[in-house]
């Protein structure tokens, strides 16, 4: 963990002196260590018969118990006259020196006034292990200046971490810490603590939801005029957030490696109303394996003391919400797109709910579990979510999700209880799914949008650069329509319960493409030097595109009614859904009778312009073939409501 490197990258060091007793207590217990082994690598080179003794729990103690140099020191130790030879002296000198300036930081490093001496005997040790390493081996005499403890012999390396040692645990006595609910506070003064308080409210709020995640340890002081608070977020050693709070002002610096995550705590504190500052990408030796991370500043102007407090209780409340926040972002894009991914940790945190127990609880593996115990049919291996439900059935399921693993988990229950919850939303959520519902509905949207071009188009000729324009965006319409049927027969390759939809679905894109072929039949009467069709024959074009745009409305209602329509076929649904079709019924035959009337009125007005009377032809029969086609979506559409029903038709 380098947290104390990341504290100091963010310009707050008064906060680092219990984290550097803390890592020079742990160095002097691996100096001493190392000592002792390099004693009985001594011992045991020139009597070979003498035991090594175990040093598995001395190794654990300190944490070494996964460096094998530090095994094998002992073992392969051996005298060479008066040279002992070590196995892997190289990574031996450079322990020695990296846990001596560890160790004598918190005194050489921070002008302790009584640390002169030490710092100059510091200075000596680490030029005298530069110099050994150029060595085969070690002599005896070096061998005794770094271990013996006789001060009368004079210095030495041993000599110098037992005085470091009393100095550091004098100066761990005078930091005069104190516990305030649970911040590791030490300096502050009175006024602080309501602050710290406030601060510590908002984070207990909301800690219970990092589970057994490690994180959240809060260590505050004061540095002058402002009061500090450091909280650690988890184990990333750039993940790190920095408080600053003077007179009415709290001044929030953050770090992160992840821009996603960045982004996601930098919009929960805007909206509580903090004011970000996102600074160039950072490089730190010894941080995130030397690449970037971003940093930013958000600050908040208190207008009162209460306001202050709930500013930082607010703060405190939402750190546990990025913990591991990436991990569970990634495995959410397992079924829906990343912008919903992030949209559902969103929501998740605003509910105070958080994505911890959803991971907990098997994340990717939960859901897809349920989906093969649900329906093996319906879902395959490697499918989306979003694919088989749609976008926002899938999103309000794993958002259902989140909620119910976080309520469980809180309450201690079993992991197996939330798989079961599993299973069950999700086979709710397939019988009442209407995806297939939300692709008649888009496609309808844009055979309507087509239907009301041409009508304002009748109505309203304009000129050759209106009129070309309503000409692309039909053709751009009826694009979008096509790639909706394309996807529906995509699906049905994989599952034939789809063939259905894609029936539908065809009969409506021949309306789309037959009002497309209208507006641009259209426009060729409006090309010069054609003075346009007379207006009597425009008033009977238009009155057949109207009857035609009322039953594509009719459509649009039949389908949202459709989705409503529940297994039984008795409900005031189901009526209201088959009065919407029988009207399209009779637009179709209401067409046919104003197909007769136009052509009667063009043969009458247009006996003297052929192209015109064939442009005006073509564009009525092609209406009358769009409404034609419609009456089939209609008899399509019954079928599939009545197949959910479990009618015959």
């Known amino acids: 963990m380098l947290k104390e490197k990341a504290v100091a990258s963010l310009g707050q060091p008064s906060l680092l002196m219990p984290a550097w007793i803390q890592s020079a207590l742990a160095a002097n217990d691996r100096l001493k260590l190392y000592l002792t082994l390099l004693q009985s690598?001594?011992?045991?080179?020139?009597?070979?018969?003498?035991?090594?003794?175990?040093?598995?729990?001395?190794?654990?103690?300190?944490?070494?118990?996964?460096?094998?140099w530090a095994r094998e020191l002992v073992g392969g130790a051996y005298c060479d006259d008066d040279l002992l030879i070590l196995p892997h002296l190289e990574n031996l000198l450079e322990a020695l020196s990296n846990d001596l300036t560890t160790m004598a930081r918190p005194l050489c490093d921070t002008g302790q006034p009584s640390a002169s001496a030490l710092t100059v005997r510091r200075d000596h040790w680490l030029q005298q292990l530069h110099a050994l390493a150029d060595d085969e081996g070690l002599r005896h005499a070096a061998l005794t200046e770094l271990t013996h403890g006789d001060r009368q012999r004079g210095d030495s390396l041993h000599l110098l971490v037992m005085d470091l040692h009393r100095q550091i645990n004098a100066l761990s006595s005078e930091l005069a810490t104190e516990d305030i609910d649970g911040a590791h506070a030490w300096q502050v003064q009175d006024d602080d603590r309501p602050l710290i308080r406030a601060f510590m409210r908002g984070l207990h709020r909301t800690a219970a939801l990092k589970f057994l995640h490690p994180g959240l340890d809060t260590a505050v002081t004061r540095n002058g005029q402002r009061l500090l608070i450091q909280n650690d977020i988890g184990t990333n050693d750039v993940h790190v957030l920095?408080?600053?709070?003077?007179?009415?002002?709290?001044?929030?610096?953050?770090s992160d490696l992840h821009p996603g995550r960045f982004g996601f705590f930098r919009q929960m504190l805007e909206d509580m109303g903090f004011a970000w500052q996102v600074f160039d990408p950072r490089v730190s030796d010894g941080l995130n394996a030397g690449k970037p991370y971003l940093v930013g500043q958000a600050r908040l102007e208190a207008q009162d003391s209460a306001q202050l407090q709930t500013g930082l209780d607010n703060v405190a409340s939402r750190i546990v919400f990025v913990i591991d926040w990436n991990r569970a972002r990634k495995r959410l894009q397992h079924f829906v797109s990343k912008a919903r991914a992030i949209e559902l940790l969103t929501q998740a945190a605003r509910n105070d709910w958080g994505h911890m127990a959803w991971l907990l609880a098997g994340a990717d593996h939960l859901v897809y579990n349920a989906m093969q115990a649900v329906d093996s049919e319906a879902f395959h291996v490697g499918d989306r979510l979003d694919d088989v439900l749609g976008e926002a059935a899938a999103s309000a399921y794993l958002l259902e999700l989140l909620r119910i693993s976080s309520m469980l988990l809180r309450q201690q229950q079993p992991v197996s209880l939330v798989a079961d919850e599993a299973r069950l939303l999700l086979a709710r959520v397939l019988r009442q799914r209407t995806f297939e519902f939300d692709l008649l509905a888009e496609h309808a949207a844009f055979t309507h949008a087509l239907a009301e071009g041409l009508c304002d188009a009748l109505e309203n000729p304009g000129?050759?650069?209106?009129?070309?324009?309503?000409?692309?965006?039909?053709?751009?319409?009826?694009?979008?329509?096509?790639?909706?049927?394309?996807?529906?027969r995509q699906r049905a390759e994989r599952r034939p319960r789809w063939l259905p939809v894609v029936d539908c679905l065809a009969q409506a894109d021949d309306v789309a493409d037959a009002l497309e072929e209208a507006t641009f039949m259209h426009s060729?009467?409006?090309?010069?030097?054609?003075?346009?069709?007379?207006?009597?024959v425009r008033a009977a074009l238009c009155q057949l595109a109207a009857t035609t745009l009322s039953a594509i409305q009719d459509l649009v209602k039949a389908i949202e009614i459709a989705r409503q329509v529940s297994q039984r076929a008795d409900g005031p649904d189901s009526e209201l859904?088959?009065?919407?079709?029988?009207?399209?019924?009779?637009?179709?035959?209401?067409?046919?009778?104003?197909?007769?009337?136009?052509?009667?009125?063009?043969?009458?007005?247009?006996?003297?312009?052929p192209v015109d009377l064939m442009l005006a032809n073509d564009l009525a029969a092609t209406l009358?073939?769009?409404?034609?086609?419609?009456?089939?979506?209609g008899y399509a559409l019954r079928q599939m409501v009545f197949n959910k029903t479990g009618m015959s038709a």
């Open 463 to 488: 000129d050759a650069a209106q009129t070309q324009a309503q000409v692309l965006r039909a053709k751009n319409w009826e694009r979008q329509a096509d790639h909706l049927l394309m996807d529906a």
């Open 242 to 254: 920095v408080i600053a709070v003077q007179d009415s002002t709290i001044s929030l610096t953050y």
């Open 41 to 68: 690598a001594a011992q045991r080179a020139s009597t070979p018969d003498t035991p090594t003794g175990p040093w598995e729990k001395g190794l654990a103690r300190t944490e070494l118990q996964d460096a094998p």
């Open 524 to 536: 060729l009467t409006l090309i010069h030097p054609a003075p346009g069709l007379p207006t009597e």
């Open 577 to 609: 859904f088959l009065q919407t079709l029988w009207r399209m019924l009779r637009a179709e035959r209401q067409c046919d009778d104003l197909f007769r009337q136009a052509r009667t009125t063009m043969v009458k007005s247009l006996r003297s312009a």
């Open 624 to 633: 009358e073939k769009a409404t034609d086609k419609l009456l089939r979506v």
